[in-house]
């Protein structure tokens, strides 16, 4: 099993920025998939970034390219999203998921088999 934890959740204005972690415990993997999502109250749980574990790729959804970076720390089991010029609308409870094999930038939540708990985000207009 893999214990994922989020943090950094917070108020921020809008344009601001706010960095989350998500740290990853128990059974670890060489070789993996990381990827952030969020999901606003009534809403279906969006796509943002995914990062390979082993080789550092990364994929970004188109709403969040150029704004929001993801990055890991191996020595620290940590993957982090550095998001800048956020926006109201992006009020939302983010998370971290991952699942276990060769890098692969998914997009669609089915594909991950671990998450965290969520963090909440909120960007006041």
């Known amino acids: 099993q893999v214990q994922l934890v989020e943090s950094g959740g917070g108020l921020v204005q809008a344009g601001g920025s706010l960095s989350l972690s998500c740290a990853a415990s128990g059974r670890t993997f060489s070789s993996a998939t990381m990827g952030w999502f969020r999901q606003a109250p009534g809403k279906e749980r969006v796509f943002l970034a995914a990062?390979?574990?082993?080789?550092?790729?990364?994929y970004y959804g188109d709403s969040v390219k150029g704004r929001f970076t993801i990055f890991r720390d191996k020595a620290k089991n940590t993957v982090y999203l550095q998001m800048n010029s956020l926006k109201p609308e992006e009020t939302a409870v983010y998370y971290c998921a991952t699942f276990v094999g060769r890098w692969y930038p998914a997009t669609d939540p089915k594909r991950y088999d671990y998450w965290g708990q969520g963090t909440q985000v909120t960007v006041s207009s």
């Open positions: 990062i390979g574990w082993s080789g550092g790729s990364t």
